[in-house]
């Protein structure tokens, strides 16, 4: 009602290309007054945004997991392991998970795990007491992760859609492809952005989970502004088609 024009939705690769759009006319904008800055202005700035990052550092988790395959030619996956690290990469918590399932298919070339890991008596848990104590972990934090959909299944437990970074889903991280934005590899994004080599043969967890959350410290500025500028975006939509 009211006679105003509904905005289309704003997309988050619009939002990004705003943002873009907004540093080019602002530094424009800054050559063309020719203003000097303060004398240590930018970098007063540059030590601000990191001290804002390192006090909520502690908001920040990241996750992987690792699975073997049970059932028919082990193509269903079920929760090895399991291992949380903090902003920094710092493992806060790593455990083979005990499976009660026949396992037929251990991937280990892939997974790292073999038979002996996941036996009681080697000392792995239960597949509930790892899923509670990374529930206590992910509580109320942001979460960090490579294609973080997989092990959360896995897992069996849910996250705040707001409160999830994942690598595999940021589109500067991805590529087109046949016409679609496609994920990459995490290994080829730590090759690419973090000058970084792994998974050069089985996977370990903490090496994934720590590259993943690398990858979101090297781009959180840019990409938590993406977010901003994209949930306005949402938010002025929403208003105009209330009015």
């Not at 037929?104 to 002996?116: A, H, I, L, Y």
């Not at 840019?222 to 939509?237: A, S, T, Y």
Request: glycine share 10%.
């Amino acid at each position: 009602g009211g006679g105003q024009e509904r905005q289309p939705e704003m997309t988050i690769a619009q939002a990004l290309a705003l943002q873009q759009e907004q540093k080019q006319k602002k530094g424009r904008g800054q050559q063309g007054k020719g203003a000097k800055q303060p004398a240590g202005t930018g970098q007063q700035a540059g030590r601000s945004s990191s001290s804002a990052r390192r006090q909520d550092a502690h908001r920040y988790v990241g996750l992987d997991c690792e699975m073997v395959g049970v059932g028919i030619n082990g193509k269903r996956s079920v929760l090895a392991r399991a291992c949380v690290v903090d902003f920094h990469g710092a493992v806060l918590y790593d455990s083979f998970v005990a499976v009660k399932e026949r396992v037929t298919d251990f991937r280990t070339k892939w997974s790292g795990v073999r038979p002996q890991n996941i036996k009681r008596k080697n000392g792995s848990v239960s597949f509930e007491e790892c899923t509670k104590k990374v529930a206590e972990l992910l509580k109320d934090k942001f979460l960090v992760g490579h294609a973080l959909q997989n092990d959360l299944k896995v897992l069996m437990l849910s996250h705040p859609r707001h409160m999830i970074r994942d690598t595999a889903k940021y589109r500067p991280f991805m590529r087109h492809f046949q016409g679609k934005m496609r994920s990459r590899k995490l290994k080829d994004l730590a090759k690419e952005h973090l000058k970084k080599d792994i998974q050069g043969g089985e996977h370990t967890p903490d090496e994934d989970a720590a590259a993943a959350m690398a990858l979101y410290r090297l781009r959180q500025d840019e990409w938590e502004e993406g977010l901003r500028i994209f949930r306005r975006g949402v938010k002025g939509k929403a208003t105009v088609q209330q009015v």
